[in-house]
């Protein structure tokens, strides 16, 4: 039996090609970690990809460092009383990452890590702390491209547990994109904007720098609030600048409409610069690194402090990075 493990919006997304392709062809077990569970927005996700976990932690009680020690626990109590496990599956670079990577590894599981081998050598970052755990621990390093098996080989892992899949977003993005054929797109012209990372919202300064560069364009935007930037905009008495537009937060399908809609995407998210791209959008990266090297070098995005207003993006998508037609099947015969 086979254990995915899920608990926050990107791993959601990561999952759901893997849901859609394999739950009649693998025998598997899906729990949400309930890192950022939320009644209306985890529900709301679940509906949208068809894809129930089937069970669901947490469920917003605990957050940060007391969630880590929360998961940690009640997975090892979980794995006990389902003892036919003996593969676990995690995504990216999360708390549920590293605890699920732990626990795995501690009870003598065969640990799978999936978006191995990023780096933004920024161990001041958590997500740097988290997917250094998983990469040092698991069996098999499922990773995204030559740059993953670079970073991997240079820390000492093996080769023979690296293996090359692609990006499970690139799945997720062109799923979502049948399904839109059905629906209509945003009618504005706002560009889409978000902001959530902890390096940005935990100083005054950071977000004002931010902000004051968001006010320079000629854009408007919509800002999708997360939760941390609400509660930094309200701790540091900050107001969003005059060409935002700030609504709830958008369901995966309503986000994708807005990457489309947009001409270009201003976002601190990881996943989000991936979506843009494979949505053939130019971002302007929130942050000072980022895991994407690729789509920086190759001009596709460009962190805001170098930004011009002459600035000319690539627009040559013809052959995309990341991308791996047969990851689905790779991964089956991996976990098989």
Known sequence: ????????RPQYVKMFPIFTYLKDNLDFILIDSGQHYDPQMSEKFA???NM??????NESKYSGMEFFGYFVSELERFLRRNKSITKVVVFGDTLTTSAGSIVAKMMGLELFHIEAGLRSFNREMPEEINRIIADHIADKNLILSSAGKENLINEGIENQKIIEIGDLMYDSVNLVKKIMKHDARPQDNFSLLTIHRKENLSKKASIKAIFGFIEGLEHKFILPIHHSLKNAMNEFKLEIPR????????TYIETIKHINNSEIVLTDSGGLQKEAYYCHKPVIVLRNETEWIELIDNNYSI??????KDHKFNTDYENLYYVNTNNIQIIKDCLS
């Open 1 to 8: 039996m086979i254990l995915f493990i899920i608990g926050t």
């Open 47 to 49: 509906n949208e990809f």
């Open 303 to 308: 962190y805001f402090r170098d930004y011009k």
């Open 243 to 250: 060409n935002v537009k700030a609504v709830n937060p958008l």
């Open 52 to 57: 129930h976990p089937d069970f669901i932690f």
